[in-house]
Every structure is written in C-alpha cells, then in structure tokens.
C-alpha cells in the first residue's frame, strides 16, 4: 500500500503486541537491550520504553532496581513456600484471589464441583495487593 503499511508488517505488529511480555524487567540497559536489541521508544516486546532524548528508561517503564527486584523475589520465594507448606501440611480449602472484581472464580473450569459455593464466597478470598503495596514502604522510591 503506497504511504501505509504492508499487510505483512501489520500482521507482524500484530503478533508482537499480542504476546508482548507483561510483569517486571531489571531496570539494567545490558538486559533490557538483551530482550529487545531494537528498542527506540516505546518496545513491542517487553513492558519498557526508551526515552529518545536522553536513552533512560520512560515513566511507563515497568523496570525495577537491583534492590526492589531482589525484594520482590524474596517476597515471591516466601510466598511460594508458605503455600507449599500449608499444601503439605494438609491445607487445600478453597481460597482463591479477587483483584478489584475480578476472582479465580470467574475463570476455573471447576465450579460445578468446588466446595465453595457461590453464597459463602463473599469473603473467603484471597484480595490481591498492588505490588507496590507489599514492595515499599510510603518512604521508599520505588525505582
């Protein structure tokens, strides 16, 4: 198409924002230009964008520091294990998340079968936070 796009770089552009990467990236300009060599603005691959003026990570950046990320992974690790060890030790109830209105519920294949039903679900969640709330403290920078 003359002054428009190909079909070809269309579906291409497409593709790339359907599986571009959500979540986290290390706010580290060596692993950011591992995972896209090509970024320049805004990346179609993972959630950073690099400023034009000035090469720093844009404000929409989803990169955190060294530091925060290692605190999200201990976070993770912690959390990882305290639900490996309630499964061990016998804990398999029901419990499953709400982010805003969303649940585990409006998803899983299996609530014909499940033991909690709709009427004792009102607050027998599992009410995710935002990252930042369980990552830092009100005093805290948060890159």
Do not use: H
Request: aromatic share 6%; net charge positive; hydrophobic share 40%.
């Amino acid at each position: 198409r003359p002054g428009g796009q190909s079909s070809l770089a269309r579906l291409e552009d497409m593709i790339l924002k359907t599986f571009k990467m959500s979540g986290v990236v290390l706010a580290d300009k060596d692993v950011v230009y591992g995972m896209d060599e090509n970024i320049v603005g805004e990346s179609p691959i993972i959630p950073v964008s690099i400023r034009k003026t000035d090469g720093e990570f844009g404000a929409a950046s989803s990169a955190l520091s060294l530091k925060t990320f290692d605190k999200l992974r201990k976070v993770a690790d912690a959390k990882a294990a305290e639900i490996g060890n309630a499964i061990l030790a016998g804990d398999i109830n029901s419990f499953p998340y709400q982010k805003g209105q969303r649940t585990g519920c409006s998803y899983c294949p299996y609530g014909a079968v499940c033991a909690l039903e709709a009427t004792e679900r009102k607050n027998k969640y599992n009410v995710v936070q935002p990252a930042a709330a369980v990552l830092f403290n009100d005093n805290e920078k948060r890159r």
